[in-house]
């Protein structure tokens, strides 16, 4: 059982360039979120989904897009890497809302030149 | 607009208790979580309030009062491993969770 992952844990984009960010769990949770922190800041919530198939915008969308595409996996797109998406990204899952815990992955470092 | 307070650094020492502070101004309150954070990793469940009092769950106890917007994670009997980011979080009327920027713990010997 390896919770929640992240692939890659680290990458350094040029301005301009895209990537997508893979999020995966095994726990059979139905909802999923992306968050990014950065220092002296909360985590902030990109976008999250409710269910395979589902997405929605969260408090920082813009400049990202995201598919679920299959319920394990959530993926985060850059479309155009900007130095402020410079981050730390972090994959949530849970199995509903209220009072469901959060469980995270490990993170993937960005930096955008 | 939303906000979650808590001190950005507290300095307790080893074997002692630290409180650590959270109020809120939210849309909606569906809960109140704390989640720990070492460095480096990714945060960690520790409590969940949604009710008025105090949850005790071994080292760590946390309590809410809603009325007052306010919590506070306590901590005894403080182990060097304890050193870490503390974070609280509130749910809001749409179930999500706002996050404070966290309360970065240090302990000394």
């Known amino acids: 059982n390896a919770g929640v992952t992240q692939t890659p844990k680290f990458r350094v984009l040029k301005t301009g360039q895209s990537m997508t960010l893979l999020c995966a769990q095994d726990?059979?949770?139905?909802?999923m979120y992306w968050y990014r922190q950065d220092p002296g800041m909360g985590l902030r919530l990109i976008h999250y989904s409710v269910g395979e198939g589902t997405t929605a915008k969260g408090e920082v969308p813009d400049g990202y897009n995201v598919s679920r595409l299959k319920k394990q996996n959530f993926l985060l797109g850059l479309e155009s890497a900007a130095p402020s998406q410079t981050s730390v990204y972090f994959c949530?899952?849970?199995?509903?809302?209220?009072?469901?815990?959060?469980?995270f992955g490990p993170g993937t470092r960005l930096l955008v030149l | 607009g939303q906000n979650i307070d808590q001190p950005t650094e507290m300095t307790a020492t080893e074997g002692a208790i630290v409180q650590i502070n959270c109020t809120y101004q939210t849309s909606g309150f569906n809960g109140l979580f704390w989640y720990q954070q070492h460095a480096g990793e990714a945060p960690t469940f520790l409590s969940y309030n949604v009710l008025d009092g105090l949850e005790e769950k071994g080292r760590f106890s946390s309590f809410l009062s809603r009325s007052k917007g306010y919590s506070y994670l306590l901590l005894k009997e403080l182990q060097m491993k304890d050193s870490a980011s503390y974070l609280c979080a509130v749910m809001d009327s749409n179930y999500q969770l706002i996050w404070g920027a966290g309360t970065k713990l240090i302990i000394k010997p």
């Open positions: 726990m059979n949770h139905e909802y």
């Open positions: 949530a899952s849970s199995d509903g809302q209220g009072a469901e815990t959060q469980y």
